[in-house]
């Protein structure tokens, strides 16, 4: 597995290993991630969903999502998952400061060993306590810049309406990460 630094910032873009030599197969995604791409732009969430990865969601976590029916979801490639009746349990069960829509996200990413899509602080914080690999959301535009399948000019613009739409979550100093890493 891959060891993950515990004093690492906790608004890092990238995590210290290198993603992009050994990018996850599957993903799992959660509500904010979705919420920003598809509100922002749908042919790249499309590009996500169906170049290197296949993207998953929970149907109770897409149901979040108002900019996204599953009619639509399905279409552009997402892959919508049942949580199994014990994954739901530990869900709704346990307490702490995670929405239940992400603790199931951080449930399932653990139990099924998925690694998990996501720009919630909070989420990847949980993640990294339950060792489950962690994908940035705009890290997914810069690993698919570096695979030749979203051009760099897309990948800024797109990052660059998320963070106008969305300033509170990817603010300046994220952007400007994700600038650089996009030229590292």
Known sequence: GHSIGGHAAADQLLEPHPLSHDPPVVLISDADVLIDYATVDMEVLEIIARSLWQLHVAMPILREVKALSVERAMQIGIIICEPTIEELTEAAARGGS??????????????????????????????????????????????????????????????????????????????????KHLDA
């Open 98 to 179: 995670l929405s239940e829509p992400d603790r199931l996200c951080l449930v399932i990413a653990r139990k099924r060993g998925w690694p998990c899509l996501t720009n919630d602080l909070l989420l990847r914080q949980s993640c990294r306590k339950a060792g489950v690999r962690l994908v940035w959301g705009l890290e997914a535009m810069v690993l698919l810049y570096k695979a030749g399948r979203l051009s760099r000019a897309k990948a800024v613009r797109t990052a660059e309406a998320i963070h106008k739409t969305n300033p509170h979550h990817i603010h300046q100093v994220i952007l400007d990460r994700f600038l």
